[in-house]
Structure formats: C-alpha cells, structure tokens
C-alpha cells in the first residue's frame, strides 16, 4: 500500500498503474454546489482517507485543476477518481444507473431528517452534501433514500460542510467489513 506524507504528496503525480492499484471502498461523494475552494479540497483530503472509489462535483462546485482546491487537498486530487455533473440529480440519477443498490443519504437539515448516528449505512453508498449556506438541493433531497442531520447543542445552528461530511463518513466507515 502506498502511504505518502504531505510534503511527498504535494509533489507527486499519481500514475494511472498506481492508482489502479489502490483499493477503492463502494464509497461515493456527491458535492452539491459547495462554493468555497478549500472546503472541495478538504472534501478531496476525506475522500482519500476513507479510500472513497469516486468524488462528484455538481452545479457551481469549481473543480481540479484549481490552485486553492489543490493546496487544500495537499495534492490528493490526483490520486482520488472524480467527476463533474451540472446538477446533482444527475450525478445520482447516473450512478443508480451504474450501481446496483446504491443507498443515497443526503446530509441537511430538513423535517425528514434523522440523527446521523440513528442510520443503519449499507454500500454501496452516496454521501451528498451541499451549498455552505443553501444545502443541498430540493431535488435531491426528494430523491435521497435518506436524509441525515448531526445534532447542535450549542447556539450555532451548523457545521462546516467538510467537518459534517468528516464525522459521517466515519461513521460509515464503522459499518464497512
């Protein structure tokens, strides 16, 4: 297994035989129209840890190359497969396609929503999240198998979307054999 630390990370290029070699998890992330550069770079840093087989980025989301997005991913855009769709409807309406039982699980506040730690997480699996400030689309929260949201006990009412989108994966990961 390959294990690079940041300084050889920022300056290496994944070839694709080596790529090819590591080993994916049935892990998806869908990326809803997240603005802000360097949260897409933490998204990219997640994607890697957890050894996600592929990131989505849909609708206004900026993609690689990027200068803010490669600082942030500490160049782990190179070593994680990834997508872009215009919208994330279509992300998801093309990986069901693809993939057989496919559990989409949106993360958002919303009146449907359960506690994230409440959810029995099956894979192949999408994990979506959303805009910093509008979350993740109407659409798509119609269409997920199910919608999750992380309790706040303090006055603020969220969480950044790349620590949200942290503490769920793991929490996915826990479920993986």
Known sequence: MIKLDAKKLRITEAPEEQKKLLKK???YIIVDNVLDTYNIGAIFRLADA??????????????P??????KA???????VEWEYYSSAAEAIKDLRLKI?????IAVEQDNRSISYDKVEYTFPIAIVVGHETEGVSKEVLDTADQ???LPMWGVNISLNVMVSLGIILYTVMEHYE
């Open 25 to 27: 998890n049935p892990v």
């Open 50 to 63: 957890v050894a996600a087989e592929k990131v989505l980025l849909c609708a206004g989301s900026e993609t």
């Open 65 to 70: 190359p990027n200068h803010r997005i490669k």
């Open 73 to 79: 991913s500490i160049n782990t855009t190179e070593w």
């Open 100 to 104: 057989k039982d496919l559990k989409v």
């Open 147 to 149: 919608i999750v949201e």
